[in-house]
């Protein structure tokens, strides 16, 4: 075995960098944030509360699968969930053009704080830490898909010895 050979199979980390594992979770915090005070932002009109509850459900289902299949380390997952929070603020912008901030102040609030949020999710998905998370859990997967093709192919070597042995 080679000098390099030692040295890169001696490199074994069990878990992403820390930087990289923080930026995963505050991108799922603040994007769970976004999303619920989004709902809120909508909850404020005219609109029947079931209705609301209903989008809401779906849409942290969503979310979830996404950030789920992120955890695998999908890079177009990724690229869906940057889209996924663009549209919730494109869809949240004609509420922040339809009021007078002057009047209810704590919607507004809501509102520049939902800004914020979905921004700094955008942000944060575009850093190279969140891209180094999502790199880790991607070759952590291939690995994992070469070691158990391994195992069975020894398993699959096992039984044929078996069967050639009775």
């Known amino acids: 075995m080679t000098k390099a050979n030692m040295d890169r199979e001696e490199v074994i980390n069990w878990f992403p960098p820390l930087a990289s594992t923080f930026c995963f979770l505050l991108v799922t915090l603040l994007s769970m944030i976004?999303?619920?005070?989004?709902?809120?932002?909508?909850?404020?009109?005219?609109?029947?509360?079931?209705?609301?509850?209903?989008?809401?459900?779906?849409?942290?289902?969503?979310?979830c699968v996404i950030n789920f299949r992120i955890t695998r380390g999908s890079f177009s997952?990724?690229?869906l969930l940057q889209l996924y929070v663009l549209t919730v603020i494109i869809l949240s912008l004609p509420l922040w053009l339809t009021y007078d901030p002057f009047e209810d102040k704590v919607r507004a609030l809501l509102q520049v704080f939902t800004l914020v949020c979905g921004l700094l999710v955008l942000k944060l998905i575009s850093s190279k830490t969140y891209l180094a998370f999502i790199q880790f859990q991607h070759d952590a997967q291939q690995s994992l898909k070469a070691a158990k093709l391994e195992v069975e192919q020894e398993i699959q070597e096992i039984l044929k010895s078996k069967q050639q042995g009775k």
Do not use: H, Q, Y
């Not at 005070?37 to 849409?59: C, F, K, Q, T």
């Open 34 to 63: 976004f999303l619920g005070s989004s709902m809120g932002n909508w909850g404020m009109l005219d609109i029947a509360p079931e209705l609301v509850w209903g989008i809401g459900a779906i849409s942290m289902l969503i979310f």
């Open 77 to 79: 997952c990724r690229k």
